[in-house]
């Protein structure tokens, strides 16, 4: 297979990656390009696009509401896609598209693999996607088209299946801190400290960045102490919501969060 962004981002950078996740479509419609090179400028690592679904299951409350003022601004796949077709003269970040199964075997499993090597998306994260049903029926596909499939742990993930999923993927493994829903919390636990180090411990191939939680520089810290990096997406979509002048905001709550 050939490199892939995500793979020389974790090659060339050992830790202290940040990925940025949004929701496509909001706050409004046509914003998706500018946050991105907003959030490139500033000096993430990795963006994250949250493809809007009627029904997110793993998401909290702030997550969902962006996925409905999404969905009611008309964002779909088909607009999504048209927005990225000038991704790669902007961007040289890795860019990973996150999203239900759903609206993807809707608009097409291999049509959208197509699209996303043709636009220059680098991976995908398919929370609900059984592993089995990846490996027989989608495994290939992501190869082909050049996509890393990235897998979800939590503390309730047997080693077992810790192991099989860095068998069977390539780029990064998503560690979410903990059973809950996404939404920006203050404290990392004991508990979760327990967790990244058991996990760390295992020696496995793939780098890992911890995610569900993260919302400032001191819990971005603690996860990079345990993990290559971290990911921030509630407390990043409120900074969106809130903002008066996008890019200057995206700005500096990153810089807060990497200084």
Same mark, same amino acid.
């Given at each position: 297979?050939?490199?892939?962004? !995500?793979?020389?981002?974790?090659?060339?950078?050992?830790?202290? !990656?940040?990925?940025?996740?949004?929701?496509?479509? +909001?706050? $409004?419609?046509?914003?998706?390009?500018?946050?991105?090179?907003?959030? *490139?400028?500033?000096?993430?690592?990795?963006?994250?696009?949250?493809?809007?679904?009627?029904?997110?299951?793993?998401?909290?409350?702030? @997550?969902?509401? /962006?996925?409905?003022?999404?969905?009611?601004?008309?964002?779909?796949?088909?607009?999504?896609?048209?927005?990225?077709?000038?991704?790669?003269?902007?961007?040289? %970040?890795?860019? %990973?598209? #996150?999203?239900?199964?759903?609206?993807?075997?809707?608009?097409? #499993?291999? =049509?959208?693999?197509?699209?996303? =090597?043709?636009?220059?998306?680098?991976?995908?994260?398919?929370?609900?996607?059984?592993?089995?049903?990846?490996? *027989?029926?989608?495994?290939?596909?992501?190869?082909?088209?050049?996509?890393?499939?990235?897998?979800?742990? $939590?503390?309730?993930? /047997?080693?077992?299946?810790?192991?099989?999923?860095?068998?069977?993927?390539?780029?990064? !493994?998503? #560690?979410?801190? $903990?059973? /809950?829903?996404?939404?920006?919390?203050?404290?990392?636990?004991?508990?979760? @400290?327990?967790?990244?180090?058991?996990?760390?411990?295992?020696?496995?191939?793939?780098?890992?960045?911890?995610? +569900?939680? !993260?919302?400032?520089?001191?819990?971005?810290?603690?996860?990079?102490?345990?993990?290559?990096?971290?990911?921030?997406?509630?407390?990043?979509?409120?900074?969106?919501?809130?903002?008066? *002048?996008?890019?200057?905001?995206?700005?500096? +709550?990153?810089? $807060? @969060?990497?200084?």
């Amino acid at each position: 297979m050939a490199m892939n962004r !995500i793979e020389e981002l974790f090659k060339n950078k050992e830790g202290n !990656i940040l990925s940025i996740y949004f929701t496509a479509g +909001f706050p $409004s419609l046509n914003d998706t390009m500018g946050i991105m090179e907003a959030i *490139e400028e500033a000096g993430a690592d990795i963006i994250e696009i949250g493809i809007p679904y009627s029904d997110p299951v793993a998401d909290g409350p702030t @997550i969902q509401e /962006s996925n409905t003022v999404a969905l009611n601004n008309g964002m779909t796949l088909k607009i999504l896609f048209s927005q990225l077709a000038e991704l790669r003269g902007k961007l040289k %970040i890795p860019v %990973i598209l #996150m999203g239900y199964l759903n609206p993807i075997v809707q608009y097409g #499993m291999e =049509e959208f693999c197509k699209k996303c =090597e043709e636009v220059g998306v680098d991976g995908l994260i398919v929370p609900d996607l059984p592993m089995k049903q990846y490996l *027989e029926s989608y495994k290939g596909l992501f190869e082909t088209y050049n996509l890393r499939n990235t897998f979800l742990i $939590s503390p309730q993930t /047997s080693p077992d299946r810790i192991r099989e999923i860095d068998r069977e993927t390539d780029g990064f !493994i998503y #560690m979410v801190s $903990s059973a /809950s829903i996404t939404g920006a919390k203050k404290d990392v636990t004991p508990e979760q @400290i327990a967790y990244f180090e058991r996990v760390g411990d295992m020696g496995l191939k793939n780098p890992r960045l911890i995610g +569900f939680g !993260i919302s400032d520089k001191a819990s971005f810290s603690t996860a990079a102490k345990h993990a290559q990096g971290a990911i921030i997406g509630s407390a990043f979509i409120n900074v969106l919501r809130e903002a008066k *002048e996008l890019k200057k905001e995206i700005n500096t +709550f990153i810089k $807060s @969060i990497k200084a």
